[in-house]
């Protein structure tokens, strides 16, 4: 990293850093309350709340969001007539799923061999971190050159929206000239990258009724309608014989026009097993960025262990369509149903259900914002040359804010690249990424307060 005043500073507060995302990440905020206490992810507001006002944010609020969630908002000022710039991250996480398969507790962070581990780490308590490291180094260095707004998202991970309805009932509140989600990552550990493009998505739930009970097998099948075959069916429906997406209407064979992703590099980060191939047509980067995907996320049929030789009368199952820039996700939506409710065999009963959607994302480059980010980050990563990359998930609320404030830039940077194995098990963040990020970040906002 290049030798200068701020990129001392964060590293001499590094330590510090540590600490605090270890506070942050013991608490377990995954914003479903049904499977994790409320007071896990009120902590973990409150705990964002007070390092704001630590820093002397003024206007330090917990927003009640439309979906039960609280996000947590401040407000620092900076020098008169100064421009104004939001910084974004989400304190909520993920479920750890199997914690048995976690080498150490998923809400422990831990450091093992030059990382450290821990549900959020990366995605998106680090990125809490990142805004903070970057304030603290510039008050250390002359102060803080613009004004900035700091809001913390409490349900970005379950895409509920409230942070989105709370925006546009209070559109005031999150103006900015330009807006920097914390949420992304780099292509890569080293490389510098901005998001430029975001998947919107659409969750559907799906149900299939065939029988009023379940039936002995050997009685009844081979005559009566299994609704969990007809189910299979239906999901099988949604994928070509190379695992291309197929939805009725829906096309995809767009085509990603900027960073490449070679295959036996993608092969190695999503640790496909050997042999196996990867689905869809056209290049990675084609598939994970500019196409739809879809996504079985779950199935309610019974377990291997203890099932009985019945024939099912219902069954169920969750699933996601991730769309490109350029599709509508309420369309997608309505194109999904509409295949899921075509495709079902047998006249058996189908019924669907939307729980969550959110639209797709694309940015403008050619803003003063992204030549301002560019020499930040050259500075931050030794003269390394900024990338430009899509991202296959979904982040709704760049689209709400792109919408609230037209005028606005928006930037994705971030601590999820691919080791990081952000939403899985085992989660972790690089501290040399936390650190040459929240150095780019203090940069740019130095570079932009000038320009």
């Known amino acids: 990293m290049s030798s200068n005043p701020v990129a001392e500073t964060v590293a001499s507060l590094m330590p510090r850093a540590k600490a605090e995302l270890t506070e942050l990440v013991a608490f377990k905020s995954v914003a479903d309350f049904d499977q994790f206490p409320r007071s896990e992810s009120e902590g973990a507001a409150n705990w964002v709340a007070e390092a704001l006002r630590t820093e002397g944010f003024q206007d330090v609020a917990l927003l009640d969001t439309p979906d039960g969630t609280q996000s947590v908002y401040g407000f620092l000022p900076g020098p008169e007539g100064a421009k104004t710039v939001l910084l974004y991250a989400h304190y909520d996480v993920q479920p750890p799923l199997d914690e048995t398969a976690w080498v150490t507790p998923p809400f422990e962070l831990t450091e093992r061999e030059g990382r450290w581990y821990g549900r959020g780490a990366a995605d998106c308590k680090g ?11 510039l008050k250390a260095n002359g102060g803080v050159p613009v004004n900035v707004k700091v809001i913390a998202e409490g349900s970005e991970e379950q895409g509920t929206g409230g942070l989105e309805r709370y925006a546009e009932d209070h559109p005031e509140l999150l103006t900015a000239d330009t807006i920097i989600i914390g949420d992304a990552g780099n292509f890569r550990v080293g490389v510098p990258t901005v998001t430029t493009a975001l998947r919107g998505m659409t969750l559907v739930r799906v149900r299939i009724d065939t029988l009023g009970g379940n039936l002995h097998s050997g009685q009844f099948g081979g005559a009566a309608p299994d609704a969990l075959a007809a189910l299979i069916r239906v999901l099988d429906s949604l994928r070509a014989e190379d695992g291309s997406t197929t939805v009725d209407g829906l ?64 069954a169920r199952a969750l699933v996601s369509l991730r769309v490109p820039p350029g599709v509508d996700a309420a369309e997608a939506t309505k194109l999904l149903q509409a295949h899921l409710e075509a495709h079902t065999p047998w006249g058996a009963r189908v019924s669907t259900e939307q729980i969550g959607q959110g639209q797709a994302f694309r940015a403008d480059t050619s803003s003063p914002a992204y030549a301002a980010m560019a020499e930040a980050m050259r500075d931050a990563y030794d003269g390394a040359e900024m990338q ?21 830039e928006i930037l994705l940077i971030g601590l999820s690249e691919p080791e990081a194995q952000i939403h899985a098990v085992n989660e972790s963040v690089s501290p040399e990424e936390l650190e040459r990020l929240s150095v780019a970040e203090a940069l740019f906002l130095r570079n932009y307060a000038a320009g």
């Open 127 to 137: 990125g809490v971190i990142m805004h903070l490291l970057a304030l603290r180094a």
């Open 251 to 314: 096309t995809g064979e767009a085509r990603w026009d900027g960073l490449q992703y070679e295959e036996g590099q993608f092969r190695e980060d999503a640790k496909v097993l050997e042999g196996v191939e990867l689905i869809g047509s056209g290049t990675v980067a084609d598939r994970i960025w500019a196409r739809p995907a879809v996504t079985v996320l779950g199935i309610d049929c019974p377990p291997v262990v203890g099932a009985t030789p019945s024939v099912q009368a219902g």
């Open 388 to 408: 430009y990359a899509g991202q296959g998930g979904s982040i709704p609320l760049c689209n709400t804010l792109a919408s609230l404030y037209p005028s606005a």
